[in-house]
C-alpha cells in the first residue's frame, strides 16, 4: 500500500524566518512523483512544488525548495523568508505508478505565521 | 474556462435527499477527478475519468454515489439519500492528460447533511 505521513499537525513561524515541514511516504514503486499543495481557506488546493523521484537534484521554486531523500522516504518543504500569504494548510502528496493519476495525500500540516 | 470552476460552493441539505455537485474543467483537460477531503484530512480519491468514460471508480464508497461526464468535459457526483457522513468537501480537478500531468484544482463544493 502506498501511504503518506505528516506528523506535524501545526506549524508557527515568525515572519521572514525559515521553516521547514516534513513528509514522509511509502512506495514499492520506482517511478513516482511528489507533491507539496498549498491550501489556504478559499479551499482552492495550488501546487507548490514537485518532485519527480529519477532526479537526484532537489527542486526549488523561489522561496519554496524540498529535501527529498530518496533511501529515506523524506520529502520535507523548506519556505525561507516566511510571509504572511503563506499561512494556510500544506499537503504533501504522492502519485506513483500503477496508479499513476491518484494522489495519496497526508493529512496535512496548518502553517501559522506570526507578524 | 479560466480554471477549474464547481458549483455550488456551499451545499445544506437534509438527511435522506439526493444532491448533485458540478464540476466545469480546465477547456481541453482530457482527465478529471474527484476527491472527498473530510474535516482535518487530505483529500481521498473517488474517481477518476480519461474523456466520457471512468477508467477507476474504486474510491467511491458505496452504491449511493454516482458520477457522470457523458460529453467529455463537465461531470456531475451524485449522490443519493445522502447521510450525515458524507459531509465533506468534495474537490474536482483536472489535467491535461492524465498521467503524472499536473492536476488543477477548483474551489471545492462544501456538503453539510443535516
Known amino acids: 500500500a502506498q501511504t503518506v505521513t505528516q506528523s506535524q499537525p501545526e506549524m508557527s513561524v515568525q515572519e521572514a524566518e525559515t521553516v521547514t515541514l516534513s513528509c514522509t511516504y511509502d512506495?514499492?514503486?520506482?517511478?513516482?512523483?511528489l507533491f507539496w499543495y498549498k491550501q489556504p481557506p478559499s479551499r482552492q488546493m495550488i501546487l507548490v512544488i514537485r518532485?519527480?523521484?529519477?532526479k537526484q537534484q532537489n527542486a526549488t521554486e523561489n522561496r519554496f525548495s524540498v529535501n527529498f531523500q530518496k533511501a529515506a522516504k523524506s520529502f520535507s518543504l523548506k519556505i525561507s523568508d516566511s510571509q504572511l500569504g503563506d499561512a494556510a494548510m500544506y499537503f504533501c502528496a504522492l502519485l506513483a505508478s500503477p496508479l499513476g493519476y491518484q494522489l495519496i495525500w497526508g493529512a496535512g500540516t496548518k502553517l501559522i505565521i506570526k507578524p | 474556462g479560466a480554471g477549474v470552476s464547481q458549483t455550488p460552493s456551499n451545499k445544506v441539505t437534509e438527511k435522506g435527499k439526493y444532491v448533485e455537485l458540478r464540476c466545469d474543467p480546465i477547456s481541453g483537460h482530457t482527465a478529471l477527478y474527484w476527491y472527498r477531503q473530510s474535516l482535518g484530512q487530505g483529500p481521498e480519491f473517488l474517481i477518476y475519468?480519461?474523456?466520457?468514460?471512468?477508467?477507476?471508480d474504486s474510491g467511491l464508497p458505496n452504491d449511493r454515489f454516482f458520477a457522470v461526464r457523458p460529453e467529455g468535459s463537465v461531470s456531475t457526483l451524485k449522490i443519493q439519500r445522502t447521510e450525515r457522513g458524507d459531509s465533506a468537501v468534495y474537490l474536482c480537478?483536472?489535467?491535461?492528460?492524465?498521467?503524472?500531468?499536473?492536476?488543477?484544482f477548483g474551489q471545492g463544493t462544501r456538503l453539510t447533511v443535516v
Open positions: 480537478a483536472s489535467s491535461s492528460q492524465g498521467q503524472d500531468t499536473e492536476a488543477f
Open positions: 475519468f480519461q474523456g466520457t468514460g471512468a477508467a477507476d
Open positions: 518532485q519527480e523521484a529519477y
Open positions: 512506495t514499492s514503486e520506482s517511478d513516482y512523483y
